[in-house]
């Protein structure tokens, strides 16, 4: 192994050195890998000799003759990087995985102009075809007098219908198997509203739920939970991750309950920002339309980046990702 990278494989190690790091995206937690979306296909793992500069999870993966490492919300590049180091990283990661592997980030950190210059002298270049979007909304729940005077018009009349309705709000470990399940209800029943393929199940909730960082907050109705969201909270960082409202929940307006209520309750444990998960028009403007109402502001992500040797690797990789659309890692 070259002495610019670190292989790890014990997911306990691998979460021990990402605690050098600012904040850590849930796709890069230990604790992902054994979600399903990642079920038998090969994890590795692999840190910088530097503590704290770069660290990436990915899944190594053969999909029709193309091998290729995908690191969902990756990598991660810590105070400590710089371009040097991030050059030497890559080489070392190819030499690793085999020049003729197709390497994909997916990188969920504030863009920076620089992180693209490094990115792109390293060899990377933006995908042929990019499923992701780039943007997200951070709010700033530091401050609850202050993020609630942005709100929309509609959430804050959506808000005081739910006050009317008296709904409470719970705020309990993904650990507890009982609040798993009952998310898991919420969360297939706004699915089939949609008419939607669902990318959650039981097994991955329990697996999620054995790291302390995941929560699920509730909005309930006289004693019955009408709406759900599971919240990865790093540092003074949270990420919204899954929500599922039933029906009735919809008519007492639990969702944007629901939301204030968390922004809230983060604000008051020392969280700075929520990041409310990738956005823009497509094919559920009204997610998109939801989230706009919260008042954050707009945020470019390093987004997506791609690497092969070969051009037509990434040209077939772009044409399986289309007729693939609704895949995800």
């Not at 500069?53 to 990915?58: C, D, F, L, P």
């Not at 030499?95 to 002298?121: M, N, P, T």
């Not at 739910?162 to 709904?167: H, R, S």
């Not at 990318?199 to 709406?227: C, H, N, T, W």
Request: aromatic residues 12%.
């Amino acid at each position: 192994m070259s002495q610019d990278l670190i292989e790890i494989r014990d997911p306990v190690e691998w979460d021990r050195a990402l605690a050098a790091f600012e904040f850590v995206p849930p796709g890069q937690a230990a604790s992902w890998s054994g979600s399903c979306h990642v079920r038998n296909h090969e994890i590795l793992r692999f840190a910088s000799t530097t503590a704290g500069a770069i660290a990436v999870q990915g899944v190594l993966k053969r999909s029709m003759g193309i091998k290729r490492f995908y690191a969902d919300n990756g990598p991660v590049l810590g105070k400590a990087c710089d371009e040097k180091l991030l050059l030497s990283f890559v080489a070392a990661l190819r030499e690793r995985l085999g020049k003729e592997c197709l390497v994909s980030f997916s990188g969920i950190q504030i863009y920076d102009a620089q992180h693209e210059v490094w990115l792109r002298r390293a060899g990377f270049q933006r995908p042929w075809s990019a499923v992701l979007s780039s943007l997200t909304l951070y709010v700033d729940c530091s401050d609850s007098a202050s993020f609630q005077q942005l709100f929309s018009a509609d959430w804050r009349k959506n808000i005081r219908k739910a006050e009317k309705n008296d709904l409470t709000l719970e705020a309990i470990a993904l650990a507890d198997a009982a609040a798993r399940q009952d998310f898991l209800a919420l969360y297939t029943e706004t699915f089939q509203i949609k008419g939607a393929q669902e990318q959650i199940d039981l097994p991955m909730l329990e697996v999620l739920g054995q790291d302390s960082r995941y929560r699920v907050f509730f909005a309930s109705k006289d004693g019955k939970r009408v709406s759900g969201r599971v919240v990865f909270v790093s540092g003074t960082m949270a990420f919204d991750l899954a929500a599922g409202t039933s029906a009735n929940g919809r008519k007492l307006s639990a969702t944007h309950f629901l939301v204030a209520s968390i922004l809230k309750e983060l604000g008051r444990s020392g969280v700075a920002s929520f990041d409310f998960g990738r956005i823009g028009p497509g094919r559920y403007d009204s997610i998109d339309f939801f989230k706009q109402g919260s008042g954050g502001r707009p945020v470019a992500y390093l987004g997506e980046w791609s690497l092969s040797s070969r051009p037509w690797l990434e040209f077939a990789q772009g044409v399986v990702r289309f007729i693939r659309r609704g895949e995800r890692w």
